[in-house]
């Protein structure tokens, strides 16, 4: 009832979810208002490049980044890919060394040349869209990584809630926070830097204002790590 409109996610209570009818939730003018796509085909040509706009870039493999109702069978989603190259709406790619395909859409063609500039580092969430396809990671950026949260602890490799680093267009590590509340110190349990990385005075500056940045989101009283940075 829920994926096909008829009820809706009213509250969240702890992790419990309560629903109610879609038309207590949305207003009318949206629930009465025309069907924005005249056919099926329509409908996912629109599905298919919103989900590889979501990502910024996705190969046509069955993984993570084609999870869904609508697009995880691989023969009609390969259909409606051809459509949209054939309409202009998307780009094919080629990386070297990597025999599948990847897409973009057209319009997000101009940052294939756009330098990255200054330094910049980002603390990504297990869930980001960027992590969606965790095969397709692994292969651009020779990053193994998997969300251990349903992993029972004898089996983890890394922790419970380990977040990845991206600095400038590189995975350099990923660290282990601790449970944060109220405005106390946030915690760093661990970091692994990831092989062959050579850290750089740049980079670990980037990296503390990050961490900044993330203590700031978090309204965090600074932050208590190891002995790996001074922050």
Same mark, same amino acid.
């Given at each position: ?80 890919? +051809?459509? =949209? ?6 780009? %094919?790619?080629? /990386?070297?060394? @990597? *025999? ?37 990671? +692994?292969? =651009? ?6 969300? %251990?949260?349903? /992993?029972?602890? @004898? *089996? ?76």
């Amino acid at each position: 009832m829920y994926n096909i409109g008829q009820i809706g996610i009213y509250e969240k209570r702890n992790t419990q979810k309560v629903y109610d009818m879609i038309e207590k939730l949305l207003p009318s003018v949206l629930l009465n208002c025309n069907d924005p796509f005249e056919n099926t085909e329509d409908f996912l040509k629109w599905y298919v490049k919103r989900r590889i706009g979501s990502v910024g870039l996705l190969w046509g493999k069955n993984g993570g980044g084609w999870l869904g109702h609508y697009i995880s069978n691989k023969k009609l989603r390969t259909e409606i890919l +051809q459509d =949209l190259i054939s309409d202009g709406e998307i780009l %094919e790619l080629n /990386v070297e060394d @990597i *025999k599948e395909t990847f897409y973009i859409r057209k319009e997000d063609e101009h940052f294939l040349n756009t330098k990255v500039i200054g330094k910049q580092a980002r603390f990504l969430a297990p869930l980001d869209n960027m992590l969606w396809d965790r095969g397709m990671i +692994q292969y =651009l950026f020779d990053f193994e990584y998997s969300w %251990e949260v349903y /992993v029972p602890i @004898i *089996k983890r490799k890394y922790g419970y809630y380990v977040l990845p680093v991206l600095y400038k267009n590189q995975l350099v590590a990923r660290f282990e926070p601790g449970l944060h509340r109220n405005k106390e110190p946030l915690k760093i349990l661990n970091w692994w830097w990831e092989e062959e990385i050579i850290v750089t005075d740049e980079m670990m500056e980037a990296i503390k204002d990050a961490f900044r940045q993330f203590c700031n989101y978090l309204q965090a009283d600074g932050i208590d790590a190891n002995e790996w940075v001074t922050l």
